[in-house]
């Protein structure tokens, strides 16, 4: 009995026709929009997008923000970052102080509008001189 209904979801789900299709919190993902940026104060815009769609995703609410040097060696160089107000839907903005040269790590969680779950993603930003 148990082992049929098992069967019967499997098959359900491979056909891809009675199963409903979910969205996931997996399918969200934050990129920088650019890698690098120059020492010192310095405007960090990252693009959440809906990998499955292509599109960037607007009002996401961020829950958590962390820039520290982690890639170097020196996770304990942590500057304060606030976020700035959006000028392009999909694209967040923040605003730090990337004060020495090399890999900082931004960590960014944030909760998408009719979605269970939170994204969170590291991304590594260069500081060049
Ligand atoms: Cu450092």
Redesign the pocket.
Known sequence: MRTTLIAAIAAAALSGVTAPVFADIKDYEFQLVQNEAKKGEAIIAVRLLNKKTGKQVPDAVIAAKRVD?AP?G?AD?TPRIEQLPSREPGVYRFKTNLS?E?RWQLSLAAKIQGEAGTVENKLVIKATP
């Open positions: 040097m170097e020196m160089m020495m090399g």
